[in-house]
């Protein structure tokens, strides 16, 4: 049962990050005492890292180089807590932007696992890749054949999905172009002898785009997880308040409902506004997670959006009510598991 299952729980022996104070010049209190808590037994992983209770609680934070790995290790001294995945995204040029994982990345992918999204544009110069070149092959020797290179001599399995919320694109191709190219690069890692990349496709997870999503499926071959990036946006998107389990919900029930139910699931980004009217709304979102999680299952990734973006700051401050939620949260034995 899902009871059973949330106790059901795997630690990582030696504790979460080290060398870097909290907020306050300390490690939080419970910290010491969450990472060293046994567990009641193994929870064991599929070869996709696919835990067979609880979930992945992760995170995506701004930052390049030396500063990411600062703020990672901030971010995990103030939760008390060491974070299983790290998201981050990269394009198809030849620069920084699009050759990975960078020495950043290749660090943090010593104890994280690392969620790659990769934009088929070029973010220097605004240009946008077709979805029909791509699958032509023509980006194959410049810049597809060279990643698998890279991904493959990385040797940590690493997720990655390609071109993210294809769902709210309009300009790049059509749903089929899209499952061509998606297939397309999977074939070329394949044929290189990829096997440490684990296929997420994702998905905005707007239910009323739900024809379009449905279009846009490569076919359970060529997809390991289906990710969605669910969000209660609120007064920056002028929508009305949601609560985590009426913001992940539909999606889920839809995805089960239309043959995915095979499929693990992962909150590749989410997140809340706050509302400044009631500043423990917020940290009520948060603190009902795991009870929403124990309702569904295959939900076995949460990657929070801890940034601001397009007119909404749904960056997490520790500091708050809401902060002190998402940590606690995070403390709970149904989100524990870390990188072995």
């Given amino acids: 049962s899902l009871v059973v299952a949330a106790g059901c729980v795997s630690f990582v022996r030696g504790g979460g990050a080290t060398g870097t104070s909290s907020p306050a010049g300390t490690v939080p209190a419970g ?31 701004p930052g390049d180089g030396g500063g990411l790995v600062s703020a990672v290790k901030a971010e995990e001294s103030s939760l008390g807590r060491r974070l299983g ?30 969620l790659f999204s990769w934009a088929p544009n070029v973010w220097a110069t605004g240009a946008r890749y077709q979805w029909g070149k791509v699958a032509s092959g023509a980006l194959d020797r410049s810049v597809i054949v ?22 709210g694109v309009r300009d790049q191709g059509t749903p089929a172009q ?14 290189l002898g990829v096997r440490n990349v684990i296929w997420v496709w ?7 785009h739900a024809s379009t999503i449905a279009a846009l499926y490569p076919g359970s071959a060529y997809v390991d997880w289906i ?14 308040w949601l609560s985590f389990s009426q913001d992940v919900t539909p999606f889920y029930r839809w995805s089960a409902a239309h043959g995915l139910g095979g499929k693990p699931l992962m909150l590749a980004e989410f997140g809340s506004s706050a509302d400044p009217r009631d500043p423990g709304r917020e940290a009520a979102w948060y603190s009902s997670i795991v009870p929403a999680l124990q309702q569904l299952p295959r939900i076995k990734a949460l990657v929070e959006w801890n940034a601001a973006v397009n007119g909404c700051d749904l960056r997490l ?3 708050s009510e809401a902060g002190r939620a998402y940590r606690d949260t995070g403390l709970s034995a149904y989100l524990s598991r870390e990188k072995p």
């Fill in 31 to 61: 910290a010491r005492h969450v990472t060293e808590r046994p567990a009641a037994r193994q929870c064991t992983l599929s070869a996709d890292l696919v835990p067979a209770c609880g979930a992945w609680w992760g995170m995506y934070l």
């Fill in 85 to 114: 995945i790290i998201e981050r995204y990269h394009d198809m040029s030849l620069s920084g932007d699009g050759v990975f994982p960078d020495p950043a990345e290749r660090r943090l992918g010593r104890h994280h696992l690392l």
């Fill in 146 to 167: 060279p990643q698998a290179r890279r991904l493959r001599a990385f040797h940590h399995k690493v997720f990655l999905t390609f071109a993210a919320e294809a769902d």
């Fill in 178 to 191: 899209f499952v061509a190219a998606w297939r397309h690069i999977h074939g070329v890692f394949a044929r």
């Fill in 202 to 208: 994702t998905t905005e997870g707007y239910v009323p």
């Fill in 227 to 240: 990710g969605y990036d669910p969000y209660n946006f609120y007064t920056c998107h002028h929508s009305r």
């Fill in 317 to 319: 401050p520790v500091i």
